[in-house]
């Protein structure tokens, strides 16, 4: 799963309406469901062994390999990351950053309590799982949030080394998914590719300037 930063403003198209601003409830209630979305699409991953790239999808290969809990994992993986939001993007970003990825490890706790996926289809696990996970993260750019994760660094090497941002990130989701070689079998790991690009299909389709006023 690409961990993307904080969007910039959609701008309204010439000559349509101007868009209105969210407001704090919205916005609250906004990061509370996208981040419920991306960890059930991230509970349905791990209900088939499936994995995904970023910090997310490292946690999940980390939670295969050892003992330690995915929520756990996911933040203390993220803390680096988020010292360096605080450097690079300021302590707005990385506040909500931090609020983001403990709402996602909170639920991912919550899950498995309640809901019993039972047996499910390894095709269906992966499209789903990413399907959701990617209408969690359009509600969470649409609402000024973000996971984090990798982004920061890709951005920080665009920044420093001038390599591009998007390669650096596709270089790590890249790297986490043929890491899972070693703990998922070769058929999960293709299906997890797969999803991977199911779920960057859907932030594809869905994210672009212009068709969406709100901010």
């Not at 209900?47 to 995915?70: I, K, Q, R």
């Not at 986490?176 to 960057?200: R, T």
Request: no cysteine.
């Amino acid at each position: 799963m690409s961990d993307v930063s904080e969007p910039a403003a959609e701008p309204a198209a010439p000559g349509g309406p101007a868009g209105v601003p969210h407001s704090r409830l919205e916005d609250v209630l906004g990061v509370l469901t996208g981040t419920f979305l991306v960890s059930l699409g991230l509970y349905l991953l791990t209900a088939v062994d499936a994995v995904t790239g970023g910090t997310a999808g490292l946690a999940l290969l980390l939670s295969y390999a050892t003992p330690a809990a995915f929520g756990a994992l996911y933040v203390a993986i993220n803390l680096p990351f988020l010292v360096l939001a605080w450097r690079t993007k300021g302590p707005a970003f990385t506040v909500r950053t931090l609020i983001a990825v403990g709402l996602v490890s909170a639920f991912s706790e919550l899950h498995p309590r309640v809901l019993d996926v039972g047996e499910v289809a390894g095709v269906y696990g992966v499209v789903a799982g990413n399907l959701v996970i990617g209408v969690g993260m359009l509600i969470l750019f649409r609402h000024g949030a973000s996971l984090g994760g990798f982004n920061v660094l890709a951005l920080l090497a665009q920044e420093r080394a001038g390599w591009r941002a998007g390669y650096v990130q596709m270089s790590l989701d890249v790297a986490v998914i043929l890491g899972s070689l070693l703990v998922v079998a070769p058929g999960q790991v293709l299906l997890s590719a797969f999803g991977g690009a199911v779920l960057n299909l859907v932030i594809a389709l869905n994210h672009r300037a212009g068709r969406y006023l709100g901010t």
